[in-house]
């Protein structure tokens, strides 16, 4: 604006002070459209538990609003629901020091990661934001926190089965590469282990691997046993222990499918691992009840049940020409109870289950996966024919043995008295063999099917498996 703009005189000549007065407001609109918008800032006005309620300005959902503090710092909240004129705001990280009144600032844009190569061998939290001693993050690009999923016409189909180096997976349940696998344990069964199993010996390009609400100091255990040094470096880990924020838990999941994505973007197969979803829809359901939300099931709300979905389905396999993301979750069975509404709506939504179970972990067979109960979705697409022969077989075996266990155990069964009974009687021993696998040790797919094939070739003729029914 020059000097003549912001003289604005009346005179004697009309038509000059029109020109001017048109000049300094076309310079004003130049000045409202090209430089910083205007905020309407807004008071908060309640705080209960975790909820906060603000007045006067205008987020939409999901968007954030800044809420300044006493010591003058912003503490950086999220929009998770209104009424009325009123917004309800989620703190990401600690709120203490808010006072009644102060002033609520809302933030354009929407929330935004940084993804790139500098993540791998990286430790973040929630934000992105590193947890380790290396340096800042700022190479990379930015990607919404909240991306999409692919339209499921457009998805490469399930065809090729995954190594994950565990006998019992690649022999009875077959994991295709781009599956969607639940591992749903109890507490102290061995999920961590298998998990950990599965990361050392799985043939991926990346590994990301997502600590959602659990011990901090599994973060730590984990990044040492699990991953190694070897493991590391190209792996990205995302923790947010459960002394972190409901919303921190929720953005440490988003966060881990973000970087993800962007790594099967780049054409590559990525392993996925989030421990847990449990812990997920638990944050959610803190949140929405402290915006009033009214629980539907064992106290969780609708919502709860939205969220899963919208989470699990951004893995899985890229278009054509792309990569996979083929994504391991647990599932915390509370009590060992199979019927939790949340075991039950994420057995309903993944491609598969494995089950663990604690008889099994109880009698020192580990990894104790409960065969009856697990099944993989994308068996008949992946596996053979001889090898579904083998798998069903094993099945009926094992199931014969469980369901005469009793009768077994306590010596009222009689050797002879049923062939069935007697070949599982005789075939335990190398079933239980079978199923126990050293922590440390990794079996591929191939030797896996042929110790599965090589189990039946340990009894013989009839005779041969009464006697061995006998002498057990």
Same mark, same amino acid.
């Given at each position: ?5 912001? +003289? ?20 004003? !609109? ?6 910083? +918008?205007?905020?309407?800032? %807004?008071?908060? +006005? ?10 006067? =300005?205008?987020? /939409?959902?999901?968007?954030? =609003?800044?809420? @300044? ?22 703190? @990401? ?6 006072? /009644? ?10 929330? *935004?990661? #940084?993804?790139?190569?500098?993540? #791998? ?10 947890? !380790? ?10 990607? /919404? ?19 994950? %180096? ?8 077959? @994991? %295709? ?34 600590? @959602? ?79 009033? *939300? ?6 969780? /709300? ?48 993944? $491609? ?9 972990? $109880? ?17 008949? &697409?992946?596996?053979? $024919? ?9 099945? &009926? ?43 440390? &040790? =990794?079996? $591929?797919? !191939? ?12 009894? %013989? ?12």
């Amino acid at each position: 604006m020059t000097a003549e703009d912001s +003289k604005i005189v009346v005179g004697p000549n009309p038509d000059r002070n029109l020109e001017r007065s048109i000049r300094l407001g076309s310079f004003i !609109d130049r000045a409202l459209d090209g430089g910083p +918008k205007m905020v309407v800032e %807004g008071t908060l +006005k309640r705080t209960v538990g975790l909820a906060m309620e603000a007045e006067g =300005c205008h987020a /939409p959902l999901g968007g954030r =609003c800044d809420v @300044v503090a006493a010591d003058g710092r912003k503490i950086e909240t999220e929009v998770v629901g209104f009424s009325g004129e009123r917004l309800f705001l989620m703190p @990401v990280g600690d709120m203490r020091g808010v006072l /009644p009144n102060t002033r609520v600032i809302p933030v354009s844009g929407n929330p *935004e990661v #940084l993804v790139g190569n500098d993540l #791998l061998g990286r430790v973040l939290d929630g934000r992105g934001k590193p947890l !380790d001693s290396g340096p800042p993050i700022v190479s990379g690009k930015r990607v /919404p926190l909240f991306g999409k999923s692919i339209n499921p016409l457009d998805r490469s189909p399930i065809r090729t089965q995954l190594d994950v %180096g565990v006998r019992s997976i690649n022999g009875l349940l077959a @994991v %295709g590469r781009g599956q969607r696998m639940g591992l749903f344990a109890g507490s102290g069964v061995g999920k961590s282990m298998l998990l950990g199993m599965m990361t050392r010996n799985t043939n991926a390009d990346v590994v990301v691997v997502g600590l @959602v609400g659990e011990r901090g100091r599994e973060v730590r255990e984990f990044i040492d046993e699990s991953l190694g040094k070897d493991g590391m470096q190209h792996s990205v880990v995302v923790a947010t222990p459960a002394d972190e924020t409901p919303l921190m838990r929720m953005h440490g999941a988003w966060l881990t499918a973000a970087i993800a994505e962007h790594f099967r973007d780049q054409g590559l197969h990525v392993l996925l691992l989030m421990d847990s979803l449990t812990r997920f829809a638990q944050a959610q359901r803190e949140i929405a009840l402290a915006i009033g *939300e009214p629980p539907a099931t064992k106290g969780y /709300p609708p919502s709860v049940f939205a969220k899963l979905p919208q989470l699990v389905e951004r893995a899985g396999n890229g278009t054509d020409g792309k990569g996979s993301i083929t994504a391991f979750y647990t599932v915390l069975a509370e009590g060992d109870d199979q019927n939790d509404p949340i075991v039950d709506a994420s057995r309903a939504i993944l $491609d598969g289950h494995i089950v663990l179970s604690r008889s099994m972990a $109880d009698a020192g067979v580990y990894p104790a996966i409960d065969v009856e109960a697990s099944i993989s979705r994308a068996l008949a &697409q992946i596996s053979t $024919d001889s090898q579904q022969q083998l798998i069903s077989r094993f099945r &009926q075996v094992y199931s014969t043995y469980q369901e005469s266990r009793d009768l077994i155990s306590v010596g009222a069964y009689h050797a002879g008295s049923n062939a069935r009974i007697d070949e599982a009687i005789a075939l335990w021993p190398a079933i239980l063999d079978f199923l126990r696998q050293h922590h440390n &040790q =990794c079996v $591929d797919s !191939d030797t896996s099917l042929a110790e599965l094939r090589a189990l039946f070739d340990t009894v %013989g003729n009839t005779s041969e498996v009464v006697e061995n029914a006998e002498a057990l």
